[in-house]
């Protein structure tokens, strides 16, 4: 393609100082996480000064009850949350691609894309307030021993879950060969036989990478947990930023290093699901 | 006019579509729409005493915007304080839009001009630091910015600086957190939108004898434009909104309009101001949106 710009000695797609500029770019994209799990290994309490490398920290936090706790309450939260919204996103997917186009149709996508358009904090403080009223009701029509517990946040996670569970699986659908199904219903297959025998295996791929980025954005949520909880419901990230006030050591940068391995391996494997076969 | 068969299958279409969208709608009312519109209720209300609303209508949640009650005259006043912080969020996402941009351009223009076998494994290292945690990625920029940090560190062994800069806490710091953790989401549509330039157009520039100058600002700034308008939006709209990164870098000193509305909620006492103050920020993302879906459409239909 480039071959007339070759021919005169330079390649037209090069750009003197944009190379350069993209590898310092992804040089400081890199730099302050690797440093940040660096330190986790570090033996001295300091954030600054390498004391030798020692896994005292990963000791520390997982003796740490309070870690424990928020840790195991991080997870039951994202797998509630990622079940729940990849379930009804499926569902929505299927209802809205690969069939006529319906009045009300951009309605749904609006709807199931708000959490991507409306700033966290608003969300946040809107939970907030309708939470709130919700315990005040219950309360007053003595039912006061639900307003407690976990509901309220898997309710709200699962909500700002559903756009990141229903893109990769529309995508997966928009991609699927309609003639399997056409065949299988010419054989006398149900609809419903035709669904579970042939869509939902080969939806599964996307399903399954909807769940996990479902997952993760559950797993990552700060400002919604942080304004949703009540007292002693702290996830990880809450708790990691209320650490932040204080005096730090390196016990955040090792439950931080643990947080990004478990990230960076259900993204890995998203990416491996949703890649195109070539 | 359609037959009575096509007829009955676009209602059985639009019936099933419905009936299986519905669970994620109930959702999505009960736990991000729904509380909106309370929102905006409680934006016209009177604030209690000791936060909370008292149910009686009243415009000052909104006049308190922009103006304050005198405690003792009982008059309002322009309310510097406010104006203050406004600025500093407007001021801060537009810097951190232009700087993601003037670096971000040349990323994606790199990117897109490795060879494709290449490319996904570069756009992989974009994307996953844009899905790891925000306060995670936050707080690595926290550690750099420390006087005893990376940053610090590296400028006095190169004897730039004999005394450590103290840049954490202060609007440099929000500045350069911001930039580092929204920067992907200004270069994945850069990318996108530079992937499908064709680069003959270089070539027959070039044989015009144009100079590098006039092609970048002639014929591929003009083209990548949708792309510029949604890595922009895309970065200045969070940017905005942030909460995490102005607390975590800006330590509470510096506030941006997010943490403005939770001191409404947990200290203010405020709760119709904080009210008002969501919805200000909701419509002004909205606006930029709408922008975003007009430009893109325009886009489109011209080819």
């Known amino acids: 393609m480039a071959k007339s710009g070759a021919d005169r000695g330079f390649q037209v797609a090069r750009v003197p100082g944009f190379a350069i500029t993209a590898i310092v770019v992804f040089v400081a994209l890199y730099l302050p996480i690797f440093t940040l799990v660096a330190y986790s290994f570090n033996a001295s309490t300091s954030l600054a000064v390498w004391g030798g490398f020692s896994l005292d920290w990963y000791a520390r936090a997982w003796d740490n009850d309070q870690v424990k706790d928020a840790t195991l309450r991080s997870l039951i939260i994202a797998s509630f949350a990622a079940v729940i919204s990849t379930t009804v996103a499926t569902m929505a997917a299927l209802g809205t691609t690969r069939r006529r186009d319906f009045k009300g149709q951009t309605f749904i996508y609006v709807m199931i894309n708000q959490p991507l358009m409306v700033p966290e904090i608003v969300t946040a403080v809107a939970l907030m307030i309708v939470f709130g009223l919700v315990k005040v009701w219950l309360t007053s029509i003595g039912m006061g021993g639900l307003t407690t517990g976990l509901g309220y946040l898997i309710l709200a996670h699962a909500a700002f879950c559903i756009p990141f569970a229903y893109l990769p699986i529309r995508a997966r659908l928009e991609g699927m060969d309609l003639t399997l199904e056409t065949a299988a219903a010419d054989l006398y297959a149900t609809p419903w036989q035709t669904f579970r025998r042939v869509t939902l295996p080969l939806l599964a791929p996307g399903i399954i990478a909807g769940a996990m980025l479902a997952f993760v954005i559950s797993l990552d949520d700060v400002v919604i947990t942080e304004f949703v909880k009540s007292g002693g419901q702290d996830t990880l990230p809450t708790y990691m930023l209320g650490q932040m006030r204080r005096q730090l050591t390196p016990e955040i940068n090792a439950v931080s290093t643990m947080l990004l391995g478990l990230t960076v391996v259900l993204l890995t494997a998203f990416f491996l699901l949703t890649r195109k076969k070539t | ?303």
Request: proline content about 5%; overall charge positive; cysteine-free.
């Open chain 2, 1 to 303: 006019m359609p037959s009575q068969a096509e007829a009955r299958a676009i209602t059985a279409s639009a019936r099933n579509g419905w009936l299986l969208s519905t669970p994620a709608l109930v959702i999505l009312s009960l736990a991000a729409v729904g509380p909106l519109l309370i929102v905006v209720i409680y934006s016209f209300l009177t604030p209690g005493q000791h936060g909370n609303v008292v149910w009686e209508f009243s415009t000052d949640g909104w006049t308190g915007i922009l103006w304050s009650k005198d405690i003792f005259t009982d008059e309002w006043m322009l309310a510097d304080a406010h104006l203050t912080i406004f600025w500093r969020s407007v001021s801060l996402s537009l810097m951190t839009t232009l700087f993601a941009f003037v670096v971000g351009f040349p990323t994606a223009w790199f990117i897109a001009t490795r060879p494709p076998k290449e490319r996904a494994l570069w756009l992989f290292l974009i994307t996953i630091p844009f899905w790891t945690n925000l306060l995670i990625r936050t707080y690595a920029i926290n550690e750099v910015l420390r006087k005893e940090g990376l940053m610090n560190t590296v400028l006095m062994g190169l004897g730039l600086t004999d005394a450590p800069i103290d840049v954490l806490y202060t609007q440099t710091a929000i500045f350069i957190g911001m930039t580092y953790v929204y920067l992907p989401l200004m270069v994945l549509p850069l990318f996108a939108a530079i992937d499908r330039f064709d680069m003959k157009l270089l070539e027959a520039a070039y044989d015009l004898y144009a100079s590098r100058w006039q092609v970048l600002r002639r014929i591929i700034l003009p083209i990548v434009k949708p792309g510029i308008i949604a890595g922009s939006i895309l970065v200045f709209v969070p940017s905005l909104g942030a909460y995490v990164t102005p607390r975590v870098l800006g330590g509470g000193k510096q506030m941006m309009i997010g943490n403005f509305i939770e001191l409404q909620f947990l200290q203010g006492k405020n709760w119709p101001l904080g009210a008002a103050l969501s919805m200000l920020l909701l419509l002004i993302v909205m606006a930029a949106l709408l922008v975003y879906v007009r430009y893109a459409n325009r886009g489109s239909s011209h080819g």
